[in-house]
C-alpha cells in the first residue's frame, strides 16, 4: 500500500528575481493519475465580460489554456462496496482527488483524505468484515463519532451535500453532542462554534495536502495565466479612465471608479 502523503510534496524553485525567491511549487512523485472525460466538461471563457462585450470586472481575463471543470461528488451515500484507483491533481485550486469505482460499475470524484490509501477498498456506511478482508470506512454520520476528533467535509443539513472545511489542509472538531435535540457542536476552522444535525455525514481527519498554507507565487504573470488580472492603481490612469487619473487638479477625496467616494468619507 502506499499513502497519499507520499506523492505530492512541496519544493522551493530556483529563483531568478526578487519576486520568485519564495516561490513553492507542487511536484508529483508518482505517477498514478487517471483521468475520466465522463466527469469533466470545458467552461466558455467570458473574460469579465457580459453578453453586449462590456466589462464587468477588471480583474479577470481568459484563460492561458482551456479550464477544464472537474465534477466533484459531496454526496456520502452509497450502499456498493468501493476502492480507490487513481489519484487527481487540480494545479489551481491545489486540491487532491481520489476517483472511486463501485461494485456496480460507477464512478466518482471525491475529496481525498490524509489517510486514504491506493488501491484501498472502502465501504460508505460502516466497517464491513470479510473473511480475509477488513474493510475500513472513512465516511460516518456524526453520532458514529467519538468527541474531540477531528473531521471535514460536514453536512449541515442530512441528505444536502457537504458544504463545511471543504478547502485542503483544513479540519474541524466535534466539541459535545446534544442528545435531546439530536444536534452536535462542531468547532470550524475559523474557530467559529456551528450547530450541525446529529444524523449528517461526515469524513474522518482532515482533507489532503496541508501543505497548501505554504504555497505562495507572488509573479503576476503566473495568476494571469489563471485569468486573474493584476488590479491597476487609479492614480496611475489617465483622466478618461478614473476619476483619480491625471492629477490635473487636486483631489477633494479618493474615488471609486465609478465615482464614489471611498475610505469611509
Known sequence: MILLLNIYSLRKSIYTSAASRNVFKFYNKLNFQEKKKQLTFYKKQNSG???SGRIIIRTKTSFLLKKKIIKINYNFRYLKLGFVSSF?????KNKLLSLFYFSNG??????SNEFQKLFSFIFFNFTKKMSKIKIKNIFFMLFQIKKLSFVSCLELIPGKNSQYSLSPGTKSRIIKFDYENHSTMVQLPSGVKKIFSYYSFVM???IALPEHANALNGKAGYWRSFGSKSLVRGVAMNPVDHPNGGRTKSIKYPRTPWGK???FK
Open 49 to 51: 465580460r457580459n453578453d
Open 88 to 92: 487527481q491533481f487540480i494545479p489551481f
Open 106 to 111: 460507477s464512478f466518482t470524484y471525491h475529496l
Open 204 to 206: 474522518l481527519g482532515r
Open 261 to 263: 467616494t471611498t475610505k
